[in-house]
């Protein structure tokens, strides 16, 4: 399998992850997004002219309040927070249970870690009780909501770097 960033030969016409909206993002907006530089977006293959897609997913550069954060100890003299934002995670519906999510969001942690962009973490808004679950099963933490969130957010720290 590989991990590239999409590009004109994925066929996304073939990808059904089976939640329409992540399907539609990917078939008819990803490319746009990635064009007006709104998000990086990776797609997993496994056929030898990577043009098949069997996953993919999403990431941006985000902020978020310091106050969502504030047990978790985040050291920043900033009240906004840059973490990086997992916007979107699918896979195709034809391999779904066989750990490739797992896969992606590993390579999405590590992506995120290893970019020159300053990042505390990843963050994550999943949509259901289910996304929840997988986000929680890879350590990350549910976050409060408030009135400036009100909607679910979980949160995946990094480790501090150290300088050389």
Sequence with gaps: MKL???????NRDLFDCGEENLNTFFRCYA????????????????????????GYFTLSSFCIS???????KIRSGYTQI?????????????????????????????????????????YVQP?????????????FLDLESNSNNPSYSMFFAFRRKALN
Excluded: W
Excluded at 86 to 114: F, W
């Design 31 to 54: 490319s746009q997004c990635v064009r007006n530089r709104d998000c990086s977006c990776y797609v997993l293959t496994d056929d030898p002219l990577d043009q098949i897609p069997l």
């Design 82 to 122: 840059p973490v990086t934002l997992l916007g979107r995670l699918a896979v195709d519906i034809k391999i779904q249970g066989k750990r490739v999510g797992h896969y992606l969001l590993s390579s999405a942690l590590l992506l995120a870690e290893e970019s020159p962009v300053a990042s505390h973490g990843v």
């Design 4 to 10: 590239l960033p999409l590009n004109r030969q994925h």
């Design 127 to 139: 949509k259901n009780s289910r996304a929840a679950e997988f986000y929680r099963s890879a350590g």
């Design 66 to 72: 310091r106050t969502l954060l504030s047990a978790m």
